[in-house]
């Protein structure tokens, strides 16, 4: 999934969460983003990750997504 969306798959190591920060943005707003499609549509988490994770990097791309 993350080549066909463009996605670079970076590793760290974990023994140092700091580095990790946007990384746990990151999987807060998928988590967030998969919560409110499911409460929406009562589909299964599988079935809406790629979605959301399109529209999260879609939007990154687009500038309209803030990390913080």
């Known amino acids: 999934m993350c080549k066909f969306l463009g996605i670079e798959h970076c590793f760290a190591p974990v023994y ?23 409460l929406e549509s009562r589909a299964k988490w599988y079935e809406e990750l790629p979605r959301v994770v399109w529209s999260s990097h879609r939007q990154i ?8």
Do not use: C, D, S, W
Request: proline fraction near 3%; charge should be positive.
């Open 16 to 38: 140092y969460p700091q580095a990790n920060g946007q990384v746990e943005v990151m999987n807060q707003t998928i988590f967030r983003g998969i919560k409110k499609n499911l």
């Open 61 to 68: 791309l687009q500038g309209r997504l803030i990390l913080a």
